[in-house]
């Protein structure tokens, strides 16, 4: 235990520090009260996370496109200082996020070529970040057309997943989308126990169940909620992998007729009853409680493992977030107690 407790006190006491410049309440009320976007960037650039990243660009020639990735790099910036600091062992653990990362990358960017948006280049991302990807960004970032995105994904695992999607009727950036996110939780779960040990493997197992758990809850929510999909497709979009929520348990989710039917069951499901959630209000906002919930809890189980990184990096999700947001209400000019409000 000692050992333990000696090895994780150094990168535990970076991740501190950096979780001291995270932005917290009063900040966000401060950045809702900005009337302009070279206003956003100069509040950016007083914080040590963002000062860096902005400090050699004008904030008035800067486009919408440019700062969003500035911001996200922000997170690839923040995991590859702590790579860096990070013993061989520990390094183990941030593989499967940086599997993760990769995945929203390639998300990001199909985002875009989806939607004929050619302002993203990826140029900005983190130098040391980028190396370790398993993907051409450079040219997955010029890619115009679906066919020579999937193309330039060829020697990849990743493309035998979107050419599948592509071959089917009709195909929606949605279904790229959720069969992307399947394969890195399927992958993840089951490389977890060849690259994790002890504590770091029982820390991520939990962290990584429960999120599964929580995940295809709120895609059968959405699927019924904004997508009106027949439940017999639903069962297509479900990660393989039942934690703490059972098949028997998913399928009655699935099959429920409606949406308030839904919510009727889900209040005796175990999250609801394990970390004391009294009103569901929607399925987006007990997502993010229950998460932020599991993932303080997990820090406290596995105070010597990777568990305190792992929670950092999702606080600093949330806060890229909530900052791309921020940047959309402030060019469509709305009023501070409405930015406000889709921060919730």
């Known amino acids: 235990m000692s050992n333990n407790l000696l090895s994780y006190s ?25 009337e302009t976007v070279p206003e956003f960037i100069n509040f950016l650039k007083s914080n040590p996370s963002y000062e860096p990243l902005f400090s050699g660009y004008d904030e008035g020639y ?6 969003e990735e500035l911001i996200i790099n922000s997170l690839f910036d923040s995991f590859s200082r702590i790579y860096r600091f990070c013993n061989r062992e520990q390094r183990k653990a941030l593989i499967f996020l940086s599997f993760r990362f990769e995945t929203n990358i390639i998300k990001y960017c199909l985002q875009h070529v989806h939607n004929q948006e050619y302002e993203y280049k990826g140029s900005n991302f983190d130098a040391f970040f980028s190396k370790r990807l398993k993907i051409n960004l450079e040219q997955l970032s010029t890619s115009r057309t679906m066919d020579e995105f999937i193309n330039i994904l060829k ?18 950036l949605f279904d790229y989308e959720m069969q992307l996110d399947i394969y890195y939780f399927k992958k993840a779960w089951k490389l ?17 169940g429960k999120k599964i758990d929580l995940l295809n809850i709120l895609w059968i929510y959405r699927s019924k909620k904004y997508y009106d999909i027949d439940s ?19 399928t009655a989710l699935i099959e429920t007729n409606s949406v308030d039917e839904l919510i009727t069951l889900m209040h005796s499901s175990y999250y609801v009853r394990a970390y004391g959630i009294t009103e569901i209000n929607s399925f987006e906002s007990l997502y993010r409680t229950l998460l932020i919930k599991i993932y303080k809890s997990n820090k406290q189980k596995y105070p010597n493992s990777m568990a305190p990184v792992q929670q950092f990096l999702y606080l600093k999700e949330i806060e890229i977030d909530k900052l791309t947001t921020v940047l959309e209400c402030i060019r469509y000019k709305l009023q501070p107690d409405e930015i406000l409000s889709y921060l919730q």
């Open 232 to 250: 017999s497709k639903i069962y297509s979009y479900i990660i393989p992998i039942s934690y703490k929520i059972k098949k028997k348990e998913i």
């Open 155 to 172: 020697d990849t695992d990743y493309y035998p997943i979107l050419k599948a999607v592509q071959n089917t009727n009709n195909p929606t």
């Open 62 to 67: 800067l486009h919408r496109g440019q700062i």
């Open 10 to 34: 150094g990168i535990t006491t970076k991740v501190k520090a950096m979780e001291s410049n995270l932005f917290k309440n009063e900040d966000y009320v401060k950045i809702s009260n900005l």
């Open 192 to 208: 977890k126990d060849k690259y994790l040990k002890g504590d770091s493997n029982k820390a991520y197992t939990e962290l990584l």
